[in-house]
């Protein structure tokens, strides 16, 4: 009787510790919050879905983001959906903190960009971020038809851009592939952002498909099905 009552009380622990294992391995595969928010946010600036966007800022800053945290994520906005784009957007949450402000809230500001390094000029740090980030030397074809969309790509994107430590790149590529989700005809960049989100910036199988389903909430369906066959491109191979 008592080794029977041993055994299940052994098996017991080991469902328990299985459950646990298994419960934070989900949460760890999981898109936090704020990370969702990230996504609703560029996907809708790049949309240019100003009425969602104001009600994604501030769920955004619900969630815990913080004010230059998301004046970040506008600015990057620039670099793939265009300025009009990123300036409505940065018009509508400047408008929204006034009114936060009006009825008494306080947000956080959070951290400020750290100084840009003074030994290197943008294209130099511009492309070694760039190489980093990609894991190879990004050149020849249409880089070398265009010297200065190359120029413009590692000089103000990867390097004025990305150097600045205000959000990471891995948040960096996160808010990128929520910016072009909400760009039609767009498939061939969406594709290569979500392959270096899968290999190179550490976002999961899990992740990505979550993300999938966040588009779906802010940019309906047909967006959506067509993100999801990018991203299941990606990770088959």
Known sequence: MMKNRIISVLSACILFLGVTAMNAQAAENALSAKEQSLVSISALAGKGDLPNLEK?????LENGLTVNEIKELLAQVYAY??????LNGLQTFS??????????????????????????????????????LFNREVK????????????????????????RDVLTWK????????????IDNVNPQLQGHLAT???NSGWTKEQLFQYVEVIR?????ATAKNVQG?????VQK
């Open 81 to 86: 959906a265009g300025f009009p784009r990123s």
């Open 140 to 163: 020849g074809g249409l880089y070398d038809f265009s010297p200065l969309i190359d120029y413009c790509l590692k000089a103000h994107l990867f390097g004025d851009l990305f150097q």
């Open 230 to 234: 990018l991203v299941e491109k990606v």
């Open 95 to 132: 408008a929204l903190l006034d009114k936060r402000k009006a009825a008494g809230m306080t947000d956080v500001m959070g951290k400020e960009a750290s100084p840009m390094p003074t030994d290197k000029t943008s294209l130099e740090f511009g492309t070694e971020n760039q190489t980093n």
């Open 197 to 199: 989100c899968y290999n």
């Open 56 to 60: 994604a800022l501030e769920k955004g």
């Open 171 to 182: 948040d960096r590529e996160l808010i990128t592939v929520g910016i072009l989700a909400g």
């Open 217 to 221: 909430e802010n940019l309906g369906d």
